[in-house]
């Protein structure tokens, strides 16, 4: 069990003590450094394991790829193992409701990349997906000279 700690404020002669139950305080001074000490546990941990794993912020992308649909869905759910343990090690909440799988693909079919679930839960694959402003879309298809 972790130790809690108390916060206390003081302004204009009025003073206050909370318990933190965990977290970083969201815009505080050290939180985004708190967070890069975190977070860099996780994406030396796999990438050590051979996932290709990125992050801006809070933002996580894990890049799996190969030939075969059953083989990338096998890297994914590994990957999303890895994660979650991660997570719990750590005391720390995944939003699943934030959490999108979009294969990456100019095959029809991606049925074979499925099922993955997270924390017990199945994740639904998305047809597109926004990461820091811009938008990636499933289908590769090349730019045509028009949109150039």
Same mark, same amino acid.
């Given at each position: 069990?972790?130790?809690?700690?108390?916060?206390?404020?003081?302004?204009?002669?009025?003073?206050?003590?909370?318990?933190?139950?965990?977290?970083?305080?969201? &815009?505080?001074?050290? *939180?985004?450094?708190?967070?890069?000490? $975190?977070?860099?546990?996780?994406?030396?941990? =796999?990438?050590? %394991? #051979?996932?290709?794993?990125?992050?801006?912020?809070?933002?996580?992308?894990?890049?799996?790829?190969?030939?075969?649909?059953?083989?990338?869905?096998?890297?994914?759910?590994?990957?999303?193992?890895?994660?979650?343990?991660?997570?719990?090690?750590? &005391?720390?909440?995944? *939003?699943?409701?934030?959490?999108?799988? $979009?294969?990456?693909?100019?095959?029809?079919? =991606?049925?074979? %990349? #499925?099922?993955?679930?997270?924390?017990?839960?199945?994740?639904?694959?998305?047809?597109?997906?926004?990461?820091?402003?811009?938008?990636?879309?499933?289908?590769?298809?090349?730019?045509?000279?028009?949109?150039?």
């Amino acid at each position: 069990m972790r130790e809690s700690k108390l916060v206390h404020t003081s302004i204009m002669g009025s003073s206050l003590t909370a318990k933190v139950v965990g977290g970083c305080l969201q &815009g505080g001074v050290l *939180s985004p450094l708190l967070w890069n000490l $975190v977070i860099d546990r996780l994406l030396m941990i =796999t990438n050590v %394991l #051979g996932f290709s794993t990125f992050s801006y912020a809070d933002k996580i992308v894990i890049i799996v790829q190969g030939k075969f649909a059953h083989t990338v869905r096998d890297i994914t759910q590994e990957a999303l193992n890895v994660v979650v343990k991660w997570a719990v090690k750590e &005391g720390l909440n995944i *939003s699943l409701h934030k959490t999108a799988i $979009v294969p990456f693909t100019n095959r029809r079919n =991606t049925e074979g %990349l #499925g099922p993955l679930t997270l924390c017990g839960k199945e994740l639904t694959m998305l047809d597109d997906v926004k990461y820091l402003g811009v938008t990636f879309q499933t289908q590769l298809e090349p730019a045509s000279a028009e949109n150039n």
